[in-house]
């Protein structure tokens, strides 16, 4: 799971629903739908899966991540979408929100795992719109409109969409279609604060004042040149000059310590340069916006191409290749190859190709950057507390106005230095510059001038093939690919036509229609086909723009066990064709108008709370594909006057249109697929057979597309969505019976309310002994977050029962009904209320996380469903079904991953075997029944092992009386001895045979990888047994003169080795990666329970078959090597900084606030109180180098202590060894196909 800021719940899949990058009111609607719609986890939990390392450890605050991308699929991210094109991005199923560039770009952030999934800290933790004007003939009924208020007034819009309201709007008189049109055809207003200007040298610059985080920037370079933009002897090479110029560079490094962090990416298109930085020093108040510009000019324009540098990162980049080369990234490239087989899209990936890689010397390199790098090719972003606007403008000009002449003289006596693309790319200029590009004389070579180059017209300089509907072209069979790492069946059908600029409410108008249909058809989808043995595992529909490939790309994505592959395909496009014949309902277009309505609302209202990189990502992408840009109000006025134009007919014929490659396959004149493209395994599970080949040929899949079209289809039934799921009646007698009131909060003190005006903490207890804590806050305007924890989790399951929490609350929240209510009710229940929602399990804890609107009684719909969730819960087989398939799928595809099952391996031997902290195995799965796997989760969650924390911009009023009625309410039980019944959980002792292991996989190409680890303390400094180490941790004379007694604090081992964390990952990447050269990503991370009298570090670090083992040296090295090469003063200030200033920042998001409210009132995790939380601050300031020697004294990194296991993929490679699993016997349990974990490789961060 993805590491969280907040430990006691870090392994759940989110704190919050994904945000799309923009956070504009069209993106957020098409992100939010996805996940108020999902009631489950978006993934299995994966305890022992080591993905990459997210943001939160970093080893160094300035060192190259390299953001990465490299399938279709990332595409839904929205920030590729301007003005509200992000409504039609919409990535259905399981998938989430991806970003990043072409060439290793990152995954999921779901996936953390039990090995690593703690990050470095110590807790967890107004314009008006012409369009509106110009409907004259329109009678705009004043709710729909959307003021500008003062800072204390709500914004006031309240949409309730009637059937007429929607089909045809009210009018005075009535319009004609001409005066419709022309007032549909207005320009979309520009966003008022973006600032625009270009150079005299033609360096464009963009500047957005934005004060989200407070007193800090955001300086992007944006260099229009990328791999599509390489000959065929330098595949690679705009990678290779990303990290050379960006490594490379004195200037960036000065920045370090200021609290700045940075970093580079390239794509196919451009290579982006990126700095996050304070707006002045924290010693002397210092400006740093020009020493910031000053570090990215000398990156962008100046860099250093020395031996030593190219050499040091040609290594990185080759380690970084075998890193990413997952199976994941091979199935992305091959999607890739096939949708853009007609150009250079589908053979120019970023990260090169390892053979020219090899090849290059410092000076073909310099003149690649000689022939992109200049002022006219490059854009500069400034978002951020940007003040002083012309300042700002006067300091780019100061650094950037005189750059780079000399290279745009250079090269206009020179031989093209575009090959046989100059004709494409160089202008028509006078005098003798394009001539000479093109290989011919000019008369006057001797006296031209240097002439200014200009930016590229077309990003990216490709020609697509469009499937539009008449186009004469040969209709291409379905690829299979397939490959021996492959574990389930996917299929992708390809639709890509050019990219229609969102720029006037016309274009705007046909975004909301496609997004309501879409919608539609991902509910219909995905909701009616649950049974307990689905045809497919998951069918995802993308509709969305891409700026990086220069297209819109429709893509049906379907997923399904390899025996069920033809039902599969039969039922998605069987779905298409229903929708697209007798396309969306009254009701449903109703119901998705008002939810799209309510999430831009939404935004509109924190218009002031959207962090920088957001709004920046937003605007990048934007102008790559020609949107306009608004800002979330005008988004939300411009989204209100389309909605009340929109009729059901049009609705439905624009989203026939885009289904058509679906729906009319194989008719004359249908636009023909871009590509059909199927993933397959090369062998399967057969009962009573065993493992057998896998046949597949492109005529069946073709037959089977034909075949679902053909069946019967029938239109769809109006379903009744229920208002709420507690009547008030109801709710009356509930309160009636249970007569719900607050207690005191300890027998020993008569206080029934404890209130911390400091941090604005107050924590309340109820007669049924749920704690209740809950923060007043306006980070994020009219939203609100809620998270019940119930303790016990995976650690509760026993030698007989392993397994069942975890799949019983997949169980839970695959069933999705409450009460009465079927799934689909409860569903559309979340949709209408925007509610997102998912239950998660963890090795300590059980956890439902809510977040809503504070709009139309949102809140109470949050309550509600808790309390049904709580008190009528629904327990069905084929859900339980399901769950157990997933669990077995998910197991069974480990060995086909490098990653895991070196993971799972280390895993097992370290906590001598103990399975709690692994996936359940098929032995385990088949013990369990419906019946035991319900016990095991209910009986956690009684009244006095619960704790819900509620965090938002509501009043005291409003979350207590929800408190009271709806949590109030629920029945009273007995806390059990959830203590007693926690087996004990133990490191394997030394000597053993497991303690270093090694682990092989056959696949066509090497790759290694190694995981590191070894015992550490919980968070609150209790290790195995139970020790309390605060008894045998000596005090420092300087206790009493510092402002804090840090040694005496609960929270000493969780500051002390956060820091020691940050400072051992800086080491890790300096030596093992850049000095030696042995890896390009490394990293350490540690597990911190809360509850459990244990925790572990693990260092992760990905190598090639011939380093690994000196990599697995050389981390073991500088883990052992802090008392021979003791912590510097300068080393300890740059761990505080970093890990201060991501407190500060987290501070203003909602969701950090409900990690730092968990368990301050749980027994068992005694020692939080709101201190804790209070002196945070103090904590981290106040900490020595003695203080973090007396913690690192309590990580064991002794052999007796360490566990270490390697792994190798390859053709050669040998079997495994010192393999403790059993061969399990899987008779009678079908394989269940998954989707995958990501179609994204790892960060380094």
Known sequence: MASAPFPPVAASAASAPPRLAPRHPFAAAAASRRSSLSFRPAAPRRPVLLPPRSSAVAANTLRCTHRRAVSPRSRRRAQGLGAASALAASAWGAGEEKGGCLSCFPKSRRGRSGLARFAPCALPHASGVSFRSRLSGFKVRPSHILCAAGPDEPHVASPTWSDTSLDTPDMDHAISKEELEDVLNTPLPEHPKLIRGQLKNGLRYLILPNKVPANRFEAHMEVHVGSIDEEEDEQGIAHMIEHVAFLGSKKREKLLGTGARSNAYTDFHHTVFHIHSPTKTKEYGEDLLPSVLDALNEIAFHPKFSSSRVEKERRAILSELQMMNTIEYRVDCQLLQHLHSENKLSNRFPIGLEEQIHKWDPDKIRRFHERWYYPANTTLYLVGEIDDIPRAVREIEAVFEHTLSENEGNLVLSSSPFGAMASLFAPKLPGGFAANLSGEKSPATDKIKPVKRERQAVRPPVEHKWSLPGVSQDAKPPAIFQHELIQSFSINMFCKIPVSKV??????????????????????????????????????????????????????????????????????????????????????????????????????????????????????????????????????????????????????????????????????????????????PRMVHVDGVGETEFEIYPEEITEAIKSGLEEPIYPEPELEVPKELITQSELDELKLQHKPSFVPLTKEENVVKVFDSETGIAQRRLSNGISVNYKITQNEARVGVMRLIVGGGRATEDSESKGSVIVGVRTLSEGGCVGNFSREQVELFCVNNLINCSLESNEEFIFMEFRFALRDNGMRAAFQLLHMVLEHNVWLEDAFDRATQLYLSYYRSIPKSLERSTAHKLMLAMLNHDERFVEPSPHSLQKLTLQSVKDAVMNQFVGGNMEVSIVGDFTEEEVESCVLDYLGTVRAASSPNTEERIEKISFRPFPSDVHFQQVYIKDTDERACAYIAGPAPNRWGFATEGNDLFNVIQRSDADGKRRIDVRSHPLFFGITLSLLAEIINSRLFTTVRDSMGLTYDVSLELNLFDKLDLGWYVIAVTSTPSKVHKAVDACKGVLRGLHSSRIVERELDRAKRTLLMKHEAETKTNAYWLGLLAHLQSSSVPRKDVSCIKELTTLYESATIEDLYLAYEHLKVDDSSLFACIGIAGAEAGEDTNDEEPDMDLHGMAPMGGRGFSTMTRPTT
């Open 503 to 680: 720029q006037t409410y016309k274009d705007l108008r046909s975004v909301l229609m496609k997004r309501i249909f879409l919608s539609a058809l991902h509910f219909r989808i995905n909701t009616r086909y649950k049974s307990s043995n689905p045809p497919f595992t998951s069918v995802e529909l993308d509709h969305s723009d891409s700026g990086r490939e220069g297209c819109t790309v429709t893509t049906l994505t379907v997923t399904a066990e390899p025996q069920n592959w033809r039902s599969a395909i039969k039922v998605a496009v069987h779905e298409v064709r229903r929708l697209k014949e007798f396309g969306v309902t009254m009701g449903e277009m109703t119901r998705y108008m008002d939810a799209l309505i309510k999430d831009s609302e939404q935004l509109a209202m924190m218009i002031d709370s959207v962090p920088s990189v957001d709004n920046l990502d937003f605007i990048m992408e934007s102008d790559a594909l020609g949107h306009t840009v608004m800002d979330q109000l005008q988004g939300h006025e411009s989204l209100l006057g389309v909605a009340e134009t929109v009729t059901l007919e049009e609705v439905n014929t624009v989203g026939a249109e885009v289904l058509e490659f679906i729906s009319d396959f194989g008719k004359p004149n249908a636009p023909l697929p871009a590509a059909i493209v199927a993933c397959v």
